[in-house]
Every structure is written in C-alpha cells, then in structure tokens.
C-alpha cells in the first residue's frame, strides 16, 4: 500500500468560509499503475466541516476491474464504486460532521489503476 498525494490536496477545506452555505471543493488525481490498496490524499479537511454529499467522477475510467472507496477520516462517504471505465455519480448521505483535521481520500480496490479521478464533496462549515 502506497500513499499518493494529488496536487489537490493543498488545497484545503477549512470551516472559516461561507458559514451555513452549502459548498463545494475539487479533488483530482491522475493515477498511473496505483496498486490495490492505494490511498489517493484529495483534499485536506478541517475541523468544523459537514459532509452532505459527494460527486464522483472519471472521464477515462481506471481499467477494468477497479473499484474506489472514498473515506474522510474514519468516515466512509460511498464503498466499491466501479471505477473500471467512464463515470459519474452523486450521492447524498446523512450529514458527516468532521471533530479532527482529517483528509478526503480515495481507496484504489480489485485492480491496479490508471487514469484520471475526480472527487466533488459537498459541504456546509459549522466551525467547532
């Protein structure tokens, strides 16, 4: 298991913004030959952020047989999304309020991966 960081992740979601709108960040990685089990760091997280949902994405897809989890923290946000060729989805879930700094990752699963991926939280900053 590898650890990757995308150029993404400098970018991150902090609780001092638009407190009680509804935003949005983006996470993009270009992965090549990622091994099962890979984490890909999207985003770095702040205190005081709640998750109501996310859009996932790939306009290549990342071979057959991929599949991705996105977690933050010790949050699971969506499980096992087939990631093996072109995609887009939303979900949205019960709200995830984040109590420690934290990281938006994605977890490479079924096979080795290559292409491009995108993560689109959507968030509300609470602060703490």
């Avoid at 970018?11 to 890909?40: C, E, K, Q, T």
């Avoid at 994605?106 to 995108?118: F, L, M, N, P, R």
């Amino acid at each position: 298991m590898a650890n990757i960081v995308a150029e993404t992740f400098k970018s991150r979601i902090y609780s001092g913004g638009a407190h009680g709108n509804l935003s949005v960040a983006f996470g993009r990685a270009v992965l090549n030959g990622a091994a099962i089990a890979d984490v890909v760091y999207m985003l770095d997280v702040g205190i005081g952020i709640k998750f109501v949902g996310l859009r996932l994405g790939s306009v290549s897809g990342l071979g057959a047989g991929v599949t991705v989890t996105v977690d933050v923290g010790d949050n699971t946000l969506v499980s096992s999304v087939d990631a093996s060729s072109a995609f887009a989805i939303e979900s949205v879930f019960l709200p995830v309020y984040i109590t420690d700094k934290s990281s938006l990752t994605v977890t490479i699963e079924g096979a080795v991966a290559t292409g491009d991926i995108e993560v689109i939280p959507m968030y509300v900053a609470e602060g703490y």
